[in-house]
C-alpha cells in the first residue's frame, strides 16, 4: 500500500502564493506521472498539472504563467508553486502519483487533499 501525504495549503490573501507538496510513501514502488487536481464546492474535480518521468509538464489554461509543478524523484515527491493567487483558485487540491509496484503494476493513488483558500 502507498500513501500519499500534502501538505501547504492554507489562506492567502489574491497575489499571494502558496507551495504544495505530496510525497509517496511505502516500500517496493514506484512512480511514473504525477499530478494536481483541484475540486471547488459544486464543481467537478479538474486537472491543474501534470509532469511525466520525462519531466514534460502540462497546465490547465487557467493557471498557465502561475503555477509551476515540479518533482524529486529521490523523495517521490511533486509540488505545486502557485503564484499570483486568485479567488478562482480556492478549491480542495488533490496529489495524484501514478505508482507501480510489481504485483499490480499502474495504478492511482490520491492524497488526502488540502484546502487552497484565496481571499481578502
Known amino acids: 500500500q502507498v500513501q500519499l501525504v500534502e501538505s501547504g495549503g492554507g489562506l492567502v490573501q489574491p497575489g499571494g502564493s502558496l507551495r504544495l507538496s505530496c510525497a509517496a510513501s511505502?516500500?517496493?514502488?514506484?512512480?511514473?506521472?504525477m499530478g494536481w487536481y483541484r475540486q471547488a464546492p459544486g464543481k467537478e474535480r479538474e486537472l491543474v498539472a501534470t509532469?511525466?518521468?520525462?519531466?514534460?509538464?502540462k497546465y490547465a489554461d487557467s493557471v498557465k504563467g502561475r503555477f509551476t509543478i515540479s518533482r524529486d524523484n529521490a523523495k517521490n515527491t511533486v509540488y505545486l508553486q502557485m503564484n499570483s493567487l486568485k479567488p478562482e483558485d480556492t478549491a480542495v487540491y488533490y496529489c495524484?502519483?501514478?505508482?507501480?509496484?510489481?504485483?499490480?503494476?499502474?495504478?492511482?493513488?490520491w492524497g488526502q487533499g488540502t484546502q487552497v483558500t484565496v481571499s481578502s
Open positions: 495524484n502519483v501514478e505508482v507501480y509496484t510489481y504485483v499490480r503494476g499502474y495504478y492511482p493513488a
Open positions: 511505502g516500500t517496493m514502488f514506484s512512480i511514473n506521472s
Open positions: 509532469i511525466t518521468n520525462g519531466d514534460i509538464t
